[in-house]
């Protein structure tokens, strides 16, 4: 019943996600191992109910609607606002309780009750391995329906809304596998008890990592540094603490593993397509100069694709297509994953809304954010900005000036660097520990909230 599948070994655990958007289902993948390559999706899986999957496809189809109308002027806002309120995250400050449900988490529970999910439960209740989801919907059916197993909720946000914890939140037993420490607090708030809360960082592919001991993501690291670094203003400043880190690092412009290379990212729904076209607009000569590579991932919609490619050839770098500007095309969604991790192995700025894939700078990769969309990634941005990881975007139709004078004094390279030391690397493994119940050996992460 696999809606998704890699190498497939013997599962460990059921790693359950929704292909909505792509944050809940980039979580997943990161955690695959767990499931022996299988990812089912609780809205998408051979024999769901037609009933479950219309209720699915229709909050999707409304959820994709607002986020591409949103930048139309006023309708656009409207919708995108009343839409928010919906998810609205309460401020944080005074600590209080608020634990009372909100009307999103009524509505969703209303649904529960009249058997939403109850199908997903009962099939995988046979086989009952410890249950890892990316999304709370699917942890409160787990829940509802006596679940024999364990439950595990994976938080995907800097901050969450009222609906990521259950109505009764105190006779819960769901298990919170925490991105940050504000997650941590926030569902304290939110009525979860504490022993149910363990903060592990988010997810990110072992690909990137490379275990413990971080043997993939320093070398990744020492090459983009490099590459972020061009008159060595950063390497002067921080030499003792990063040959403490990363070993004596040489750049010579010759023996850079590849060029400088900038990934701008669209989300799911392919709400800020046109800002990609902007971003390779004010790029064009230095990729026809060779002084930067440009990946446009449109994600898994041919559109997207398509969209790009044309705008590569409009603007007569036709030549550079697959070499200095590569717009990839995926065959499927896990595809898409896989790709996106391979891509990212030699990204040194990666240009993204700040999503889940803010979380992607604990790897020591500098994030440049297109503006926000919805309350969850206003928090993101915040987070992201405290760790010193990423930085919001200037006016990308003088990027070519902008980022130029950024990487020259160093500053991007500083943003690599702080996002690896600051936010967490190891989520994946934290969680892979917690799940089958092993003794970890990697080392617990401080509650900064």
């Known amino acids: 019943m696999a809606t998704h599948s890699h190498t497939t070994k013997t599962p460990r655990a059921w790693v359950v996600d929704v292909n909505m958007g792509y944050g809940h289902s980039r979580a997943a993948y990161a955690l695959k191992d767990l499931s022996g390559g299988v990812i089912l999706s609780a809205n998408d899986y051979p024999g769901i109910p037609a009933e479950d999957q219309k209720y699915w496809r229709e909050s999707r189809k409304i959820y994709e609607f607002i986020s591409r109308m949103k930048p139309i002027p006023v309708v656009g806002n409207f919708l995108f606002e009343a839409m928010d309120y919906w998810q609205q995250i309460p401020d944080f400050y005074p600590r209080r309780d608020l634990s009372k449900p909100n009307a999103q988490l009524k509505q969703i529970f209303y649904m529960i009750k009249k058997g939403f999910g109850k199908h997903l439960i009962e099939k995988l209740s046979e086989n009952p391995l410890p249950f ?15 679940y024999p197993g364990e439950i595990w909720c994976v938080t995907t946000d800097a901050d969450i809304s009222r609906a990521w914890a259950p109505i009764d939140p105190k006779s819960s037993r769901i298990k919170y596998l925490a991105s940050n420490g504000r997650v941590v607090e926030r569902l304290k708030l939110y009525g979860v008890r504490a022993d149910h809360i363990f903060l592990t960082g988010f997810p990110l592919p072992k690909e990137l990592v ?125 595809a898409y994953f896989q790709d996106f991790t391979d891509v990212l192995k030699t990204t040194d700025i990666l240009w993204t809304k700040p999503s889940e894939m803010s979380f992607y700078c604990g790897l020591g990769i500098a994030i440049v954010m297109a503006p926000p969309i919805g309350s969850q990634e206003e928090f993101n941005r915040v987070w992201l900005t405290y760790m010193g990881g990423g930085v919001s975007q200037n006016d990308p139709r003088y990027t070519d000036e902008w980022l130029f004078d950024w990487i020259a004094s160093g500053g991007v390279a500083r943003m690599a660097w702080s996002g690896y030391i600051e936010a967490p690397t190891h989520g994946t493994y934290r969680i892979e520990d917690l799940v089958l119940g092993r003794e970890s050996e990697i080392h617990p992460l401080p509650l900064i909230v």
């Not at 890892?132 to 006596?146: E, L, Q």
């Not at 008159?231 to 010579?252: A, M, S, V, W």
């Open 210 to 334: 490379g275990g413990p001991k971080d043997t993939v993501v320093k070398n990744l690291l020492a090459d983009r540094l490099c590459n972020l670094d061009p008159n060595g203003i950063f390497h002067d400043r921080y030499q003792r603490t990063l040959k403490e880190e990363l070993g004596p690092i040489r750049c010579k412009k010759s023996s850079a593993e590849h060029p400088l290379t900038l990934t701008y990212s669209v989300g799911g729904a392919g709400a800020q397509r046109a800002l990609g076209v902007k971003i390779l607009q004010s790029l064009k000569s230095r990729i026809a100069r060779h002084e930067i590579r440009l990946n446009l991932m449109a994600g898994y919609r041919k559109d997207g694709v398509l969209f790009y490619r044309n705008a590569v050839k409009e603007l007569g770098l036709k030549k550079e297509l697959g070499t200095w500007v590569n717009v990839p095309e995926h065959p499927s969604r896990a």
């Open 132 to 146: 890892v989801t990316t999304f709370f919907i699917s942890a409160f059916f787990a829940d509802y329906y006596d």
